[in-house]
């Protein structure tokens, strides 16, 4: 059974940074991308960062240069560094993976409202000014 559980989430200041962490389990990391989406009440889902099982990253182009996907190195546990927070970053952020079979890694930062195969919960984050 796969698992994504969320943390880090909180309330910081403009300008200041966060680290959220997605424990993962039961998932077959050489055969799934991993992301990072956020989503606002009444808004739609976006893709903020994705991972794939090689390593290579992409991000979406309200992040780039901001934050910063990660993993460990037993790809256990799932990272998104976020710096330089703004107010429009908060959100609800959830922790994704989608196998590569299904074609929509590359779709993770692009398309909206993303059907992804499992989803953790989500961790909050407030931005205040």
């Known amino acids: 059974e796969v698992q994504l559980v969320e943390s880090g989430g909180g309330s910081v200041q403009v300008g200041g940074s966060l680290r959220l962490s997605c424990a993962a389990s039961?998932?077959?990391?050489?055969?799934?991308?991993m992301a990072w989406f956020r989503q606002v009440p009444g808004k739609e889902r976006e893709g903020v960062a994705v991972?794939?099982?090689?390593?290579?990253?992409r991000y979406a182009d309200s992040v780039k240069g901001r934050f910063t996907i990660s993993e460990d190195n037993a790809k256990i546990t799932l990272y998104l560094q976020m710096n330089s927070l703004k107010p429009e970053d908060s959100a609800m952020y959830y922790c994704?993976?989608?196998?590569?079979?299904?074609?929509?890694?590359?779709?993770?930062?692009?398309?909206?409202?993303?059907?992804?195969?499992?989803w953790g919960k989500g961790t909050l984050v407030t931005i205040s000014s």
């Open positions: 991972i794939d099982p090689d390593g290579s990253t």
């Open positions: 994704a993976a989608v196998r590569v079979l299904r074609g929509r890694c590359r779709q993770v930062t692009v398309v909206k409202n993303l059907d992804m195969d499992y």
């Open positions: 039961g998932v077959i990391r050489s055969s799934y991308c």
